[in-house]
């Protein structure tokens, strides 16, 4: 038997998350945000499950849209970073690539090159993040450059909200307004009407004002939540990703002995320890503190000591009989990699997205 560590990847609930996420703005387009391997899901997997369903992919660079191309996925992609140098730019045109721009040098090069076929080109505005972006005032004066170019084919609006996910803040209301009155100065000036992109996965589940032509849903494509409090349309969602492992050793120790490294932890009772076949070096987080959940045959137990590279321990002393072999799960259908997340200082965007490639993974349609 190969040692049980695997990451099993669930593509129904894939499936089912976008339905959520369409449901939610059914008369806009869904880009499907799918860079960094799909969160760390498996891009060309996924773009395949739901290529016939979506309008449009976004991942972060020609690199990441290549793979795609060469793996037979011909839906438009749009390049969220744009394009880094005049050979991305042509190779975007070549095939079939949208870009983001997002600075006067990105401009520049559409406005240089003679492209084989024009290109749609994505027009970040900064409306607060300041990350990426034109200031609105300048929004004029790119989207009439970029029109009046014979390399670009339409010019869509964007931007992207920075704290969507707290409904108490009122940025987000400023954000949105500010994007409004840009969108409103150039239609204006110009006498065009542009289609606009807003909502990533918060702005889609929360903010109803941010729903556009097109929403760009990322994070809850796979299930995990933006939010930091219970979401009654998170709790919706399907996970995508199962992370799961075996026990290979039980133990009973006494009450004042220690497990793992550093002697971390201490029994404060007489204790049955299992030690599970997992670790930093499969992707389980170094960081997650004693008592973060971890669920065994299908109940919830709890971390004792440091994680190791290859194994952890965990305290099944309250559980029914727990044997060699028997199933466990890191973060999945019954427990959230957000909730896990919490207990390591992070977010479980990171957990799912820096997944080794050590782990053995299934994927089931």
Known sequence: MSRPTEIAIDLSALRHNYQVAKNLSPHSQTVAVIKADAYGHGAVEVARAI????????????????????DGILLPIL???????????????????????????QLQMIQSMQLPVPIKVWLKVDTGMHRLGIKPE??????????Q???????????????????????????????KRCHQSIETALGMKLKSSIA?????MAWPESHSEFDRPGIMLFGLSPFSY????????????SFNSKVIAVRSIKSGESVGYGNTWTAQQDSVIATVAVGYGDGYPRNARSGTPVMVNQQRARLCGRV?????????????????????ELWGKHLSAD???????????????????????????
């Open 51 to 70: 290529q016939h369903q979506v309008a449009i992919f976004a991942v972060s660079s020609e690199e990441e849209a290549s793979e795609l191309r060469s």
């Open 308 to 328: 190791s590279m290859d194994m952890i321990t965990v305290d099944v002393t309250d559980l029914t009989a727990v044997s060699v072999n028997d199933d466990v």
């Open 230 to 241: 219970p979401n009654s349309i998170a709790n919706s969602l399907k996970s995508v990703m």
């Open 339 to 365: 909730e896990v997340a919490s207990w390591a200082d992070t977010i479980g965007y990171e957990l799912v997205t820096r997944m080794p490639k050590r782990c053995r993974r299934t994927i089931a349609p």
């Open 138 to 147: 300048q929004a004029v004066e790119f989207v009439a450059a970029l029109s």
């Open 200 to 204: 990533n996965s918060a702005g889609l």
């Open 149 to 179: 170019s014979s390399n670009v084919s339409e010019v869509i609006l964007m931007t992207h909200l920075s704290i969507a996910d707290n409904l108490e803040n009122e940025f987000t209301a400023y954000q949105l307004e500010r994007f």
């Open 79 to 105: 390049l969220l970073e744009g394009c880094f140098d005049a050979q991305e730019l042509l190779s975007a045109s070549l095939k079939g690539f949208e870009v983001v721009t997002h600075n006067h040098l």
